[in-house]
């Protein structure tokens, strides 16, 4: 079973940074997808960025040009650049190594179940 390491979370004003990095143990396949989720109170949890093992990424359209992800190679964590934050990006903030490049492709990684790691947290305050 993969183990997941996610951490870099924080506090900061609107506007802000923070970077988080996420750390899989094993990956499934030498052809896999690693995404970004995040969960806010009362809201269901929600695809947030993706990428590949061969670099290509994707985004939702809520972090556009102010998220980046990015990863060396798969024996190095995965990390999410998060620059001009808002406060609606506070949430609770997990990733997930299990995926098939076809999930990410089709966009059924969105709707992932399964396991989650035990997350960090990020809140931005206005």
């Known amino acids: 079973q993969v183990q997941l390491v996610e951490s870099g979370g924080g506090s900061v004003q609107a506007g802000g940074s923070l970077r988080l990095s996420c750390l899989a143990s094993?990956?499934?396949?030498?052809?896999?997808?690693m995404a970004w989720f995040r969960q806010a109170p009362g809201k269901e949890r929600e695809g947030v960025a993706y990428?590949?093992?061969?670099?290509?990424?994707s985004y939702a359209d809520s972090v556009k040009g102010r998220f980046t992800i990015s990863q060396d190679d798969a024996k190095n964590p995965a990390y999410l650049q998060m620059d001009s934050l808002k406060p609606e990006d506070t949430g609770m903030y997990y990733c997930?190594?299990?995926?098939?490049?076809?999930?990410?492709?089709?966009?059924?990684?969105?709707?992932?179940?399964?396991?989650w790691g035990q997350g960090t947290q990020v809140t931005v305050s206005a």
């Open positions: 997930a190594a299990d995926l098939s490049v076809n999930d990410c492709y089709s966009g059924l990684w969105r709707s992932r179940s399964g396991k």
């Open positions: 094993s990956y499934w396949s030498s052809s896999y997808c």
């Open positions: 990428i590949t093992s061969a670099g290509t990424t």
